[in-house]
């Protein structure tokens, strides 16, 4: 018997020769985020993922695409037939933005980047490809081992290919922006932002629905405040920070120089690093316990590790 | 159905035999550390605790333990861990997989004592819990501040949030809300080892891998939860529900199908076939038409202005796959008969035959018309009555076998038909279920879904949680793959086997 997630595809197959079963390796994207988790081991060999959109099935809101395509072909073509991801574009690849896990600027309104990937194929320590997850829009078929690759720096396996969920663009989207708004009070003013951005002066909002929807947003937040309507968001600083959302009124924490606050999430771009926040001891522990179980041989990656910024 | 669970049984040498007089050696030690009233041991507890809501017949429990806060939980896991017992953690018991099914004579934990709310943060828009609070009671309670917790389970008005957390659970709005794991930012769990570990966390990204993401909908397998960070949602300010009627569930399907390419993803897209709609409008009234081959009941909510964009878009596509009739309802109080009928529909068809068997597969939106009519084939095949409601906006069939248990042989065609409707829904490009979950009800279809390789990796990250798989051992990973599982399984409690 053959089991139905059995790997046919002879690029995916031939990329998993490529990694082998010996020797540190690890998986090249663009490099825009290529310092997280620490400097990789030196003597690593780097390898490109496969790229190429595989199956694209708007009517499931589902595609399927080589994790070293970039983000930007991606929702290139997703936009033909009006959809998208809630992957970040910023120049780099699918395996990058689910092996890194940071959400887009948009998060609130296009969900959690641990959300989108209904399907994960990765290449294991020992040169195999492993399917987790399953191709349909809802799947609670055994352990979820999606959620464990996304954000995982490709330390427990090496993403080859994800089936994505897609979503609407919808019909109008629209930036506006404020001096006079308390951005606090923006998400009992309008009820489903996509972005609610904030530099302790300006505040940066992103409406997006049907036009008149968005034109009656405007309207509620026109009553409140002086709103005007702006190209997009705000250029943003280099360093990533991760809060809750109440804590981003304390913006002293954010050091000298400019920052940038997305409110009701707690990601904060800010010109200085975000001091080490040290983990619960007991889950660092059993993250290390995870590594061993997929990687025994430390192969993967070495000298990352994920959250270590 | 009985006879695989029995089989499951026999295969791991499982038969029980006479339970020892002297009860059970932990059991002194458990009440030393929560109370004699709070570990039960007598027969009856053990016997309503041996099984959950599946039809499958019961397990043997050990030990069943009613803690009440962190501390105690984490003494039972240190008991069990000194004694290399099994555990198995439990919520209200409405799994329809046999999850919570005690396997290996294990101490269970119910948490449902552990039911307070214990605060709501506005400010991050989450609510800490803990697992015993009832899913219904949440948004009860956050009603007055505008808020509600998302998924919504047709169980909600008794399964538990840790409970919720532990099946993935869905629910007719999670179409557009997302399934349980969007909406648990936070969980304090109490490990197999007897560590307290945080997963998770309420800042934007917890540094770290998604620990949090791997234990959402592991079945009781990782550990227990004893305090859950849930996302709140805001309520809409405005809800519209449609009732589309057709003389075909395939028009219906299609209708479905047509939204979603539309670039819609309505609050809620269900549909029912006329034999459930007839018995729903026997047992409370709600309001279906009794004489539509199925009913689409859709469900659009955000601001006033958008959704009457989309309702009449909804409407229009309906009529275009030839709706005999498409009705707005009127009031909050007809919106409220018409989702009170859809999700009492499994207790309606009590009034049909004493006993069902309620399926939970995936296939692609666009398989739902063609997987539909090979489930009616099936069910005449084996002269089985089947009904058919169903999650269709994401494509999750919820195939309901209705029997009488007391025919001579029902069984194992209900069993034959029910392994048919899995297969189906596999080979149309599905997965074996969507929000029911694994259990020991579907382990033995895995390797038709998964390589053993895949498997491997799924036994790797139970590993990482629970190394001597002690904790709801023989679930999920099919046995074949859990060596470690079955060992848990084998060892015989002192006292509890003769």
Known sequence: MTAKLQVTDKVLLDFASEVGHTGPVAIEGNRTRWDLGGPGDADTRLLKAPTGIVDYVPDEMTVTVRCGTTVEELHAALAEKGQRTGLPERGGTVGGALAVGENSVHMLGRGRLREAALQVRYVSDDGQVITGGGPTVKNVTGFDLPRIMVGSLGTLGLLCEAILRTNPIPACTRWLQSESIDPFAVSSIVLRPSAILWDGTTTWIELEDHPVAVDAEQARLAAVADVHEVAGPPDLPAHRWSLAPAALRDTAQFGDGPWIASVGVGTVWAAQAQQVVTPDRTAQALAQRVKEQFDPHGRLNPGRTPGVR | MAGLLSSVRKRLNLEPGAKSADGDPVVAELRAALSEDRVRYDGAERALLSRDASVFDGGVSGPVCFPITTAEVQAIMKIALAHERNIVPRGAGTGLAGGAIPLGAPIVVVVTKMNKIIEVDEDNRIAWVEPGVVNLDLTRYLHRSGFHFAPDPSSQQVCTIGGNVANNSGG???????????????????????????????????????????????????????????????????????????????????????????????????????????????????????????????????????????????????????????????????????????????????????????????????????????????????????????????????????????????????????????????????????????????????????????????????????????????????????????????????????
């Open chain 2, 172 to 498: 007719p709005h999670c179409l557009a809300y997302g399934v349980t794991n969007a909406h648990v930012q936070a969980l304090e769990v109490v490990l197999p080892s007897g560590e307290i570990a945080m997963l998770g966390g309420l800042d934007a990204e917890p540094a770290g891998l998604d620990l949090r993401g791997a234990f959402v909908g592991s079945e009781g397998t990782l550990g227990i939860t004893t305090k859950i960070a849930v996302t709140i949602t805001p309520d809409a300010p405005a809800v519209k529900t449609l009732l589309l009627s057709f003389e075909t569930v395939r028009d219906a399907a299609n209708t479905v199908s047509q939204i979603i390419a539309a670039g819609m993803v309505p609050a809620a897209l269900e549909v029912m076939d006329q034999r459930i709609t007839v018995a729903v409008e026997n047992y409370v009234n709600a309001g279906y038409p009794r004489d539509a081959g199925a009913v689409l009941l859709a469900e659009v909510d955000g601001l006033a202005e958008s959704i009457e964009i989309d309702a009449e878009r909804i409407a229009q596509i309906g009529n275009d796959n030839n709706a005999i009739e498409v009705r707005t309802a009127a009031d909050e109080t007809e919106r409220a008969a018409l989702w009170k009928g859809r999700k009492t529909a499994f207790g309606a068809v009590a009034q049909i035959a004493p006993d069902y068997y309620l399926h939970d597969t995936v296939v692609p939106r666009s398989q739902l018309a063609d997987v539909l009519e090979k489930i009616y084939a099936i069910a005449d095949k084996y002269d089985l009555l089947v009904m058919n409601v169903f999650h269709a906006g994401d494509g999750n069939l919820h195939p309901l076998l209705v029997f009488d248990g007391r025919d001579e042989g029902i069984l194992d065609r209900v069993h034959a038909a029910g392994s048919e409707i899995v297969r189906v829904s596999l080979d149309a490009g599905g997965v074996l279920s969507g929000e029911h979950g694994i259990g020991v009800e579907k382990q033995a279809y895995m390797d038709e879904m998964f390589t053993s390789d895949d498997l491997d990796h799924q036994n790797r990250l139970r590993q990482a949680f629970d190394p001597g798989c002690r904790t709801n051992p023989g679930k999920v990973i099919p046995i074949g793959h859990s060596c470690a599982d079955i060992q848990a399984l084998r060892k015989v409690p002192t006292g509890v086997w003769a």
